[in-house]
Nanobody
Framework: VQLQASGGGLVQAGGSLRLSCAAS????????MGWFRQAPGKEREFVAT???????????YYADSVKGRFTISRDNAKNTVYLQMNSLKPEDTAVYYC???????????????????WGQGTLVTVSS
């Protein structure tokens, strides 16, 4: 699976951005998708994940730091996963990475090593 993330940019605190991650190279079925981020000088951390749920959008799980502000979704027909980010804060500034996991179960994956494929990252900068 090849992953191409896009949609990053500069936004003021309180603003919104939507990230996209297009998958190619194989079917999007039985693949869990996730978003991680890495701020300068910090380790990469989990943001959100959406599992595979047949033809529907799948169910999602979030890090506490973004719960209620970010929404992950997937469009299986377009092989694309999205991360809608609202009420952005300066501490959300980071490079955001999408990731894919070959897995057909329902358990959520929040750890880096659980994912098989990674995109190149897109930079989100939130100014105060």
């Amino acid at each position: 699976v090849q992953l191409q993330a896009s949609g990053g940019g500069l936004v003021q605190a309180g603003g919104s951005l939507r990230l996209s991650c297009a998958a190619s190279g194989r079917t999007f079925s039985n693949v869990h998708m996730g978003w991680f981020r890495q701020a300068p000088g910090k380790e990469r951390e989990f943001v959100a994940t959406v599992n595979w749920s047949g033809g529907s959008g799948g169910s999602s799980y979030y890090a506490d730091s973004v719960k209620g502000r970010f929404t992950i979704s997937r469009d299986n027909a377009k092989n694309t996963v999205y991360l809608q980010m609202n009420s952005l804060k300066p501490e959300d500034t980071a490079v955001y990475y999408c990731a894919a996991r070959d897995y057909s179960g329902s358990a959520y994956a929040t750890r880096i090593h659980e994912y098989d494929y990674w995109g190149q990252g897109t930079l989100v900068t939130v100014s105060s």
